[in-house]
């Protein structure tokens, strides 16, 4: 009974773990009358977000993206080996949270959420053999940390008698502008060794500071907070997420495309821009005139725009700072293997390590990749993803790089020591947003000072808690939605989990 009325109380406290972000008016009409021309540079998740609305609204849009296929990061590309075999390659296993509520709409609009199943567990294996399952640990905010207790992850004794660690405090208080302005300067690890955390507790910490492809001592506490806020602390869904069942080509891209297409949005694969022009207060990108212009291409892809485009810093020095400010991570790796030998059958699809010096998870593809499944069926082997989020900071050649990653796995799963490699694939990339410490001040809004151009992607300030997958796609939607407004027509809902912690 007592603990019903806490749920209450604190779901009414947080608004029922959704707000809206905009008002819609049903009143306005929802489609244009006359012909605008948009250009959307970039096929990820905000690029998406924003050629599809715009593109259901009756606009002319025209979507480019360098790559050969759609998705940017949830693209899917084809790859081949030496012996003919063939299959489907990403760019590393993703996480749809169930509180990704504009990005989940849109699945569910074009037929996406069918391939989702729920994952049985999020699962932590520490390096002396501990496990730190989530599967029973309470979901409700504030009760899901005491659970946290109850189930092993700290001694409540190591908390209340650790005055430092009381600072944890503020992650109940976030707030983005006082928390960036208070923690945007301070690294996690500062921030951790300050406050004393229990090693368990700190263990769990990094695993959300992995999600922003930082080391912890790059990887502003601010943005952790508002992490732990995002994922943790705003809604009562818990960390159990959905994944697809299937490749990203056939769960999402195949379904964005044929929305896209119905309506009349042109795709532009393998169409890189390299520079943009403005004249007569149009854009021009390659020989084509647009009314507006969204750049939705990686912060790489951006810098480089930026620099390419002097009509930026004529037209705004504000707004040419801001994108030149913009960093990528220092790199991240995913190491993909077929084996001869299988395991994992025990354990969930995907599962967090703690990290010696590469690896921070493995990914077990064989249990639910079609093409995987039926690979590993032959030699009664399984397909393994092995994800870097941060390389270290010492560059390692390819082949110690494939070592070291290869010795931490055998050290959670020494029972493949012996088995046999029979492919494998390395990608190793420097596009990732950047959250480091001092970036956040600088980093720009959807909304520039020059007319018509907006921004949109996971480095764009949005007003709204959203990060990764769903912050990119909101920033699309938002980015649509001021251009809807412009001619007056009814903007889409954007919703939110509460932007203010419980205690702000």
């Known amino acids: 009974m007592f603990k019903s009325f806490l749920q209450s109380r604190i779901r009414n406290k947080l608004s029922a773990y959704s707000v809206a972000i905009n008002q819609v008016d049903p009143a306005k009409p929802k489609t244009v009358e006359s012909s605008n021309k948009v250009a959307v540079i970039g096929g990820g998740l905000a690029g998406i977000g924003a050629a599809s609305l715009l593109g259901e609204r009756g606009f002319d849009v025209t979507l480019f993206e360098r790559n050969p296929y759609l998705g940017g990061k949830v693209g899917a590309w084809d790859v081949s080996f030496g012996d003919g075999y063939a299959t489907k390659l990403d760019h590393g296993f993703h996480a749809f949270f169930k509180h990704y509520y504009n990005l989940r709409l849109f699945m569910e609009k074009i037929g996406a959420t069918r391939h989702l199943k729920t994952i049985d567990d999020y699962l932590v294996l520490a390096k002396d053999g501990k496990h730190f399952s989530f599967k029973n640990v309470e979901t409700t905010p504030l009760l899901n940390i005491w659970s946290l207790g109850k189930n092993k992850f700290f001694r409540f004794r190591d908390v209340l008698f650790n005055r430092p660690s009381w600072r944890m405090g503020e992650f109940l208080e976030y707030d983005e502008a006082k928390t960036f302005a208070h923690y945007d300067a301070t690294s996690f690890e500062e921030f951790a060794t300050q406050a004393r955390l229990p090693l368990p507790l700190k263990l769990i910490f990094n695993t959300f500071a992995r999600a922003f492809f930082a080391p912890i001592d790059k990887l502003s506490t601010a943005e952790l907070m508002k992490s732990f806020h995002f994922f943790y602390l705003s ?44 004249e007569n207060d149009r854009f021009t990108v390659g020989s084509e005139a647009f009314d507006y212009l969204i750049l939705a291409s990686d912060v790489v892809g951006t810098n480089d725009i930026c620099k390419n485009s002097p009509w930026i810093k004529a037209s705004s020095e504000k707004t040419y700072s801001k994108l030149m400010s913009l960093k990528a991570s220092d790199g991240y790796a995913v190491y993909r293997i077929w084996l001869d030998k299988r395991t994992g059958d025990g354990l969930p699809v995907f599962i967090i390590t703690e990290k ?99 921004l949109a992607g996971d480095w764009v300030k949005t007003g709204t808690p959203a990060m990764l997958m769903e912050g990119a796609y909101t920033s699309g939607v938002l980015c649509a939605n001021s251009i809807l407004a412009k001619h007056g027509l009814r903007e889409e809902s954007v919703r939110s989990v509460p932007t203010r912690g419980i205690f702000a």
């Open 235 to 278: 809604h009562d869904f818990g960390l159990l997420y959905d994944y697809f069942d299937a490749d990203y080509q056939e769960a999402l891209i195949a379904p964005v495309s044929r929305h896209l297409n119905q309506h009349n949005v042109s795709i532009r694969l393998n169409h890189p821009v390299e520079e943009t022009r403005r």
């Open 356 to 454: 010696r010096d590469v690896l921070d998870s493995v990914t077990f593809y064989h249990q639910f990749d079609r093409s995987a499944a039926e690979w590993a069926h032959g030699p009664g082997g399984g397909v393994y993803e092995l994800h870097c989020y941060a390389l270290p900071s010492a560059a390692l050649a390819e082949a110690d790089l494939k070592a070291a990653f290869l010795a931490e796995f055998h050290s959670y799963f020494p029972e493949l020591r012996e088995a046999r490699i029979v492919y494998d694939h390395l990608q190793i990339r420097h596009d990732f947003t950047a959250f480091y410490t001092h970036l956040n001040k600088n980093r720009p809004e959807y909304k520039t000072a020059i007319p018509n151009l907006y």
